[in-house]
């Protein structure tokens, strides 16, 4: 008999999860995401990742405001799902939604829990110098990523990985996993492994501010918020009253040292033309783009702003 299941997410991370099911035996008989969202300088209303794979399919949508609204749960209910899939909706299901399918609210999670709960575990990853994340399947409970762990995978990140790209790798890992787990958690096969209360940590709600550089923190700090912080909200300092976004940087080590923020120029071997001293270290510009204008290498910019060499970032 088929299971069916209902499927809860909104941004480009859920869509591979979602995919998977879609291509699965099993039968996915509604999708839940956030409302629509005005979005760009148009303000125009924009469909979430999730919302437009769902249309695309005919599948039936839901887009309550909130999960506890006054007849969410019936309206959930009337689904009869035996499952319910969650990947990054943004809400934590209340218990009425939890205790409504046979087999539970099944999460795809984009780190290894108990390590970086919250609100932004893969940017906070990037953040704390990680090298290995990963992906959990857990069950649902009324906490913040607490519930019990199905299953897990590691993930390497990279040097040049940012929240984008890591996104990315980590939403395929997630789709894989899951479909490798339901049928072993359906037929039983696996224990429900509680989370390590002494090894949680926690991720924190990235707002647009956090992307300001402050050149007195280290280079290499600053190069993992510049991977971190894309592609949203971005990395950025202030240059002749303009914003300079930094689009792709690099640490550099040495003797120099000066006031944070100067601009100076490289020479080889190093593997940037120009950068910028910081609290410790050089940070090398490899990209750039300034506020109006397209993006560009630094070298390229450099050769068009003369006098970018020697003055101050703010």
Known sequence: ???????????EFAVPSLEALIRSAYQVVAVYTQPDRKAGRGQSIAFSPVKQLALSQGLEMVQPDSLRVTGTVEKLASFAPDLIVVAAFGQILPQEVLALPKFGCINVHPSLLPRYRGASPIATAILQGAEITGVTIMLLDIGMDTGPILSQKDVSISADDTTGSLTAKLAEVGA??????????????????????????????????????????PALELWRRVRAFDPWPGCYARWRGKRLKLSKVVPLYGDKSGEPGKVIALSPPAPAAVGVETGAGILGLLGVQLEGKREMSADEFVRGQRDFIGSSLL
């Open 1 to 11: 008999m088929l299971k069916r299941v209902v499927f809860i997410g909104t941004p």
């Open 176 to 217: 894989q996993l899951l479909m490798e787990t339901l049928p072993l958690w359906i037929d039983g096969r696996i224990k429900p492994q509680p989370q390590e209360e002494s090894r949680a940590s926690y991720s924190e709600v990235i707002n647009k501010g956090d992307g300001e550089m402050d050149w007195r923190l």
